[in-house]
């Protein structure tokens, strides 16, 4: 299964200028954006983005598979949580493996000088664990998508991009424009939860399809039973089915809206 799935992904690669070719003729791109690093769940979540050639973004708690990380055990539970083998894997299988903070402190509520240590920590540690990580391209998605100018002005040094909740960017706007610069760059999203989150994708999508582009990032958790707001599998197995035949739409990661 993996072996199928690299040759899929490497497929898609070696056709790459061309799949930039339809790219450039998409109005609307769309980022699923997954957090917390469930491990059950990547595999899931990758797999089924793999069957549609595409790659799945998931973001990571740096610290989630040590002993010492016991963050909100009832959304996202250390035991169920994967480890850098895990992350390093689905990275060599195509997919964006991406920060999601140090131990999910919500970094508007420490103090500066912790928000601060804990991103460097965060960064260090996917530099040191992370197969081919690159900081200057990473993307930061802050946990509960919280974040200040402060925060924002000492990551966007280091990170190519910060995604927050899109409340604090996108105004009245429901989706980002596309972004002409490709650094320095405050990525609004929106999210739903605790309960299942499928209708809430659903409505999203295609209030987002009907509109006149765009790009539209989505924070998603686990799959099925796992976080907080997960999504069913069977709902996503049948919205990507449905959303890869939308000609003015592409199914990306940040990463690569970003090339
Ligand atoms: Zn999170």
């Given at each position: 299964?993996?072996?199928?799935?690299?040759?899929?992904?490497?497929?898609?690669?070696?056709?790459?200028?061309?799949?930039?070719?339809?790219?450039?003729?998409?109005?609307?791109?769309?980022?699923?954006?997954?957090?917390?690093?469930?491990?059950?769940?990547?595999?899931?979540?990758?797999?089924?983005?793999?069957?549609?050639?595409?790659?799945?973004?998931?973001?990571?708690?740096?610290?989630g598979h040590l002993k010492s990380f016991n963050r909100?055990?009832?959304?996202?539970?250390?035991?169920?949580?994967?480890?850098?083998?895990?992350?390093?894997?689905?990275?060599?299988?195509?997919?964006?493996?991406?920060?999601?903070?140090?131990?999910?402190?919500?970094?508007?509520?420490?103090?500066?000088?912790?928000?601060?240590?804990?991103?460097?920590?965060?960064?260090?540690?996917?530099?040191?664990?992370?197969?081919?990580?690159?900081?200057?391209?990473?993307?930061?998605?802050?946990?509960?998508?919280?974040?200040?100018?402060?925060?924002?002005?000492?990551?966007?040094?280091?990170?190519?991009?910060?995604?927050?909740?899109?409340?604090?960017?996108?105004?009245?706007?429901?989706?980002?424009?596309i972004p002409l610069k490709k650094t320095n760059l405050?990525?609004?999203?929106?999210?739903?939860?605790?309960?299942?989150?499928?209708?809430?994708?659903?409505?999203?999508?295609?209030?987002f399809l009907n509109s006149k582009g765009g790009w539209?990032?989505?924070?998603?958790?686990?799959?099925?039973?796992?976080?907080?707001?997960?999504?069913?599998?069977?709902?996503?197995?049948?919205?990507?089915?449905?959303?890869?035949?939308?000609?003015?739409?592409?199914?990306?990661?940040?990463?690569?809206?970003?090339?």
């Amino acid at each position: 299964m993996i072996r199928r799935s690299f040759l899929k992904l490497s497929s898609l690669a070696s056709i790459g200028i061309n799949l930039n070719l339809l790219k450039n003729s998409c109005s609307h791109f769309l980022t699923l954006s997954f957090d917390d690093g469930f491990k059950k769940s990547s595999y899931k979540t990758a797999e089924i983005f793999e069957n549609y050639g595409l790659k799945a973004s998931i973001n990571i708690i740096a610290s989630g598979h040590l002993k010492s990380f016991n963050r909100d055990p009832k959304w996202m539970p250390s035991k169920l949580l994967g480890d850098f083998y895990d992350w390093n894997n689905l990275k060599s299988r195509g997919h964006e493996i991406m920060p999601h903070s140090w131990e999910h402190l919500n970094l508007t509520k420490i103090p500066i000088a912790k928000a601060k240590y804990n991103i460097d920590k965060c960064l260090d540690y996917f530099s040191n664990n992370l197969d081919d990580f690159s900081e200057s391209n990473s993307i930061f998605n802050y946990p509960y998508n919280s974040s200040n100018s402060e925060i924002d002005d000492y990551l966007l040094k280091k990170v190519r991009a910060v995604r927050v909740r899109g409340g604090l960017v996108l105004k009245n706007k429901f989706s980002n424009k596309i972004p002409l610069k490709k650094t320095n760059l405050r990525l609004g999203t929106w999210g739903y939860g605790p309960n299942l989150c499928d209708d809430f994708i659903e409505k999203s999508v295609n209030q987002f399809l009907n509109s006149k582009g765009g790009w539209l990032i989505l924070t998603l958790h686990g799959i099925d039973n796992e976080g907080w707001g997960p999504i069913s599998s069977n709902y996503l197995d049948k919205l990507l089915s449905r959303l890869i035949k939308v000609k003015y739409l592409s199914v990306s990661t940040i990463s690569d809206v970003l090339v």
